[in-house]
C-alpha cells in the first residue's frame, strides 16, 4: 500500500470517527451509515484524482463535484435532473431542507428525531469535514492543521449535547486524529529512503529498521508520545475541580460517593419540556399500575422549582440524605383532611433517562433498587453516582389528599419562614403582573378564592390560547408578553400563575413532571413524552402543597377548585383493585382507536378502546410489516454473498463424483484454471494443459506438493483427451483442493478476500446468462420469421 493511499485511509477514518460524537443527538443514528458512504467516495475520487495526477484545485474541485451529486442523489433525487444533475429545481429542494433542517435544530432538544432536513445538515457537515480533512492532510501532504476541522466537528458534538458527548466518543476522535498523524509521519519519513534505527541490540543479527528501511522505531515513538498524551489529557481533568450537574445531567452530588449528607444544586429542568411536547411521535417513557379510582389526578412530579428571579425558574440548594424507609408526613397537612393511600407499581422505559423520580406527589414510601437521595424540601428523589431511571421498576406508596373548598378557605396563615421564602419576588418583576393579579381577583375574600380565580382566568376566561410553538421566553418582560399576547404552552402559564400568586402574598412554586398519561386496555396506564408538563403548587396550611390547573386543555381541573367537589380517592383497602396485576406489564399495549387528546379529554369509553384494541389498530408492526422487513434484511445481506455462493455449488458439483471419467477430469481442470482465476491469474485457453500448469506454478507460487498436483492433473487432462483408452484417474478432488490450498497460501490478503468473496470466475455466469439471452433472442428471431413466412403464403 501506497503512503498516499495510507493516508487517505487514515483521513476517512479520522473523519468518521469524529463524527460518531454526533449520533447520541438524533435517533435513531441511520444517518451515519450515508455519511460514511459519501465520505467513502469522496475519499476514492480524492485518491483516483491524485493517482492521475490532477493539479491540487482540479482533485478538489473533482471530490466537491462527487459529494454534491451524491447529496443530490440521496435527498432531492426526484427534483434532480435525471436523477443525478442538480438542476434549479434540485437547488430550491435543497434550500428548503435546509431551512426545514435549521427549524427543526432549533425545535427539538437532544435526541432530536431524525427528520430529513437534520440528516441533510449531519451529512453534509460531515462530508464538508472530510473534504477538509482529506485536502489539507492528503492532497497538500499536511496533517496537522486537519485537526482544527475535526476539533470542530467534535465541539459541535460536544456542545449540542451539553458538554456530554462522552468519553468513547473524545477516544474515537483522539485517536482517530493520532492514527491520521502517524500515517502523515511514516509517509514523510518512507520519502527520506532508509531510517536509521541506532545501535543493534544484543543477541539480534541486525536492526529491522536499517535493514528494511521501514519507519517502525520512529513510529513505535510517535505511538508511545500519542498515548502519553492522550494519557493526560484524560487524567489531567479528573485532578481539577469541576461544577457539579444539573437536573437532567449527572453530577450535582454534593460531598460525593458514599456520602450521608451533601446538596444538590439544580439547574432549570423546563429548557427540554418544550421540545418534548413538539415531539413528532409521542414515545412511552413510563408504564405504571395504580389502584387509584381516579387516575386523572395522579400527576407524576419530577422536580419542584421554588425559587425565582424574574426571569426563570429554578430549584434551590438543597440538602439530600439517604432515603428512609418511610418518608416524613408532608409539611402543613393536617389530620382532620381526607387522606386516601394510593399504591404504584412503576416501569420505566429502556430509553427513558432521568435523574429524578417520577412520582406522585406527596409519597409517603418508595421502594426502588439503585443509588437515590432524598431531598425533603421538595419530597424528591434524585440519582447518586450516575442513577438514573433508565429500566427502573419502582413502587410508590403516595397519599391522594382531597381537601374541601371550605378548609382551604378557612386555611390559617402559613408560618412565616415558609411565607418569606415562597412569596419572595424580584424588585425587577414588571408592575403589570402584579396589578394584572388584583385586577382578576378583584372582590375575593381570601387566597383560596384569589387562586381560584386566577386558575379560572388562565384556563377559560381570560381568553387564553394553548400554542406549544410560542417560545418560552426568557427575561423580566417574558410574564408581561405572555399576558399580552395569552398564547403560549404549561411553562408560560405555570410561570405567571406562581408569580402572579406571590405577588398576592399565596406561596407559590411551579413543579415539573408528567400528566397521568393514557389508560390502556390491560389496566395499565402509559405515559408519553407528550404527557411532559408544567403546574404551579400553592400552599394553604392545614392542606400543605396542593396543585393547581391553569393550562388550558391539558390535564384535570383539581376538585377542589370547582363548585362541587366530587369523591375520588383510592380503594379502601389501598392496595390493587381486583383483576389487574399491580405489576406494570414489560409488553406495550396496542393503542385504543381513538386519538390520544379525546383519551385525555374523557371522550373514549371503556367499549370504544376495547373496541379498537379488537380491531388491532395499534401501533405495532403487523406480520407483513415484519416478513417485508426481514426480507429486506435477507436481500441487501445474501446480494454480495451470491458469487461466494454460486462459486461453492460450482465447486462442489465439478468436484463431484460423475459417471464419465473423460468428463470428471475435464471438469476439475475447469475448476483449477477458474480458482487460479480467481486469485489473478487470468486464463489462456490457447496455452496446452502441459504449459497452462508450468504458468500456474509459475504465477501461483506454489509450493512443491501443489506443484507436483498441478502437472498431476495436467498430465490426467493430456491422457483424457489424446490417449485412446484414457486410464480413470484418481485423487483428482484431494489434488485440485490441494492446489486451491496452496494458491491461497502464496496470495496477500487483500487478494484472498477478492477470492472468496468476489471470485473473478464468476464472469462465468454473466457470460452464461449472456448467452442464454441471446439464444433465446435468436430462437424468438426465428420464429417470428417463420410465422411472418407463414403468413405470407396464406391466400388472400
Not at 468519553?167 to 514523510?188: H, N, P, Q
Not at 501443489?706 to 483408452?725: C, I, K, N, Q, T
Request: charged content about 20%; overall charge positive; some cysteine.
Amino acid at each position: 500500500m501506497s503512503g498516499r493511499t495510507r493516508l487517505t485511509l487514515a483521513a476517512y477514518a479520522a473523519t468518521l470517527a469524529a463524527s460518531l460524537a454526533l449520533m447520541p443527538l438524533v435517533k435513531p443514528a441511520t444517518w451515519i451509515f450515508t455519511a460514511a458512504l459519501v465520505l467513502a467516495l469522496q475519499s476514492a475520487v480524492g485518491a483516483v484524482t491524485r493517482r492521475v495526477p490532477l493539479a491540487r484545485p482540479l482533485t478538489i474541485a473533482a471530490q466537491a463535484v462527487l459529494t454534491l451529486l451524491v447529496l443530490t442523489v440521496v435527498f432531492v433525487r426526484d427534483q434532480a435532473f435525471l436523477g443525478v444533475l442538480p438542476g434549479p429545481e434540485a437547488l430550491t429542494s435543497f434550500g428548503s431542507l435546509f431551512e426545514a433542517g435549521v427549524n427543526d435544530v432549533g425545535t427539538y432538544a437532544p435526541p432530536a428525531p431524525n427528520t430529513p432536513g437534520i440528516r441533510l445538515l449531519l451529512v453534509t457537515g460531515v462530508a464538508v469535514i472530510g473534504l477538509l480533512v482529506d485536502t489539507l492532510a492528503v492532497t497538500f501532504r499536511n496533517a496537522a492543521p486537519a485537526g482544527l476541522p475535526l476539533l470542530a466537528l467534535y465541539s459541535v458534538a460536544a456542545g449540542l449535547s451539553g458538554g456530554g458527548a462522552g468519553l468513547l466518543a473524545f477516544l474515537l476522535a483522539a485517536a482517530g486524529y493520532l492514527v491520521l498523524l502517524l500515517a502523515e509521519g511514516r509517509d514523510r519519513l518512507s520519502a527520506w529512503g532508509r531510517v536509521f534505527g541506532g545501535a543493534q541490540r544484543p543477541g539480534r543479527s541486525g536492526s529491522p529498521v536499517a535493514e528494511g528501511g521501514s519507519a517502525s522505531a520512529p513510529a513505535r515513538t510517535g505511538v508511545r508520545i500519542g498515548a502519553v498524551t492522550l494519557g493526560v489529557a484524560l487524567l489531567v481533568p479528573f485532578a481539577l475541580p469541576g461544577l457539579g450537574g444539573g437536573v437532567f445531567g449527572g453530577g450535582g452530588d454534593g460531598e460525593g460517593r458514599g456520602g450521608k449528607g451533601g446538596t444538590i444544586s439544580a439547574v432549570n429542568p423546563l429548557v427540554s419540556l418544550q421540545n418534548d411536547l413538539r415531539q413528532p411521535e409521542d414515545r412511552e417513557v413510563l408504564r405504571y399500575r395504580t389502584n387509584a379510582t381516579d387516575k386523572n389526578s395522579l400527576y407524576l412530579r419530577l422536580v419542584a422549582l421554588d425559587q425565582f428571579d424574574g426571569t426563570s425558574w429554578k430549584s434551590s440548594v438543597r440538602p439530600i440524605e439517604d432515603v428512609p424507609e418511610q418518608l416524613p408526613w408532608p409539611d402543613g397537612l393536617a389530620q382532620d383532611v381526607r387522606v386516601s393511600e394510593v399504591s404504584t407499581n412503576f416501569v420505566a422505559a429502556g430509553e427513558y433517562e432521568q435523574k429524578w423520580l417520577p412520582m406522585p406527589y406527596p409519597a409517603s414510601k418508595v421502594s426502588i433498587s439503585g443509588s437515590w437521595r432524598y431531598e425533603p424540601a421538595g419530597r424528591m428523589l434524585v440519582g447518586d453516582n450516575g442513577q438514573t431511571t433508565r429500566g427502573a421498576r419502582y413502587s410508590v406508596t403516595s397519599l391522594d389528599v382531597r381537601p374541601t373548598g371550605e378548609q382551604l378557605a378557612a386555611a390559617p396563615d402559613a408560618p412565616e419562614k415558609l411565607v418569606r421564602e415562597y412569596t419572595r419576588v424580584p424588585a425587577s418583576l414588571p408592575a403589570d403582573v402584579k396589578s394584572t393579579a388584583l385586577e382578576v381577583t378583584r372582590g375575593t375574600r381570601n387566597a383560596y378564592e384569589q387562586a381560584v380565580r386566577l386558575q379560572d382566568w388562565f384556563a377559560e376566561d381570560g381568553g387564553f390560547r394553548y400554542d406549544v410553538s410560542v417560545n418560552s421566553g426568557t427575561g423580566v418582560g417574558a410574564v408581561s408578553r405572555f399576558l399580552k399576547d395569552k398564547r403560549g404552552f404549561c411553562i408560560h402559564f405555570s410561570f405567571s400563575m406562581a408569580a402572579m400568586a406571590r405577588s398576592l402574598g399565596i406561596p407559590a412554586r411551579v413543579a415539573v413532571g408528567f400528566m397521568p398519561g393514557t389508560p390502556q386496555p390491560d389496566g395499565s396506564v402509559s405515559v408519553g413524552i407528550r404527557d411532559a408538563h408544567a403546574w404551579p403548587e400553592l400552599y394553604f396550611e392545614g392542606a400543605g402543597w396542593v396543585r393547581f390547573e391553569p393550562t388550558p386543555s391539558r390535564g384535570t381541573v383539581p376538585d377542589y377548585t370547582r363548585a362541587t367537589a366530587s369523591g375520588g380517592g383510592a380503594t379502601p383497602s389501598a392496595q390493587p383493585s381486583t383483576g389487574a396485576s399491580a405489576q406494570p406489564s414489560a409488553v406495550p399495549s396496542a393503542s385504543v382507536s381513538c386519538t390520544p387528546q379525546e383519551q385525555k379529554l374523557g371522550g373514549c369509553g371503556q367499549d370504544q378502546a376495547a373496541a379498537g384494541a379488537a380491531d388491532g389498530d395499534g401501533g405495532g408492526l403487523d406480520w407483513r410489516q415484519i416478513a417485508l422487513v426481514a426480507l429486506v434484511v435477507v436481500v441487501v445481506l445474501g446480494l454480495p454473498l451470491l458469487p461466494w455462493l454460486w462459486r461453492s455449488r460450482l465447486r462442489a458439483r465439478r468436484l463431484g463424483p460423475a459417471p464419465d471419467p473423460v468428463a470428471r477430469v475435464l471438469a476439475v481442470w475447469q475448476e483449477i484454471n477458474d480458482t487460479a482465476w480467481d486469485y489473478g491469474i487470468t486464463p489462456d485457453e490457447s496455452r496446452t494443459p502441459r504449459r497452462t500448469a508450468a504458468r500456474l506454478v509459475r504465477e501461483g507460487e506454489l509450493s512443491t506438493n501443489a506443484a507436483d498436483a498441478v502437472h498431476r492433473v495436467a498430465r490426467a487432462v493430456e491422457e483424457a483427451l489424446y490417449a485412446p483408452r484414457p486410464r480413470p484417474a484418481t485423487g483428482l478432488t484431494e489434488q485440485a483442493e490441494l492446489i486451491r490450498h496452496g494458491l491461497d497460501a502464496s496470495a496477500s490478503r487483500p487478494a484472498r478476500l477478492r477470492a472468496r468473496l468476489a471470485p473473478r470466475s464468476a464472469a462465468r455466469l454473466r457470460w452464461a446468462a449472456q448467452a442464454r439471452t441471446e439464444a433465446l433472442r435468436t430462437a424468438w428471431s426465428t420464429r417470428a420469421a417463420a410465422l411472418t413466412r407463414s403468413l405470407r403464403r396464406k391466400p388472400s
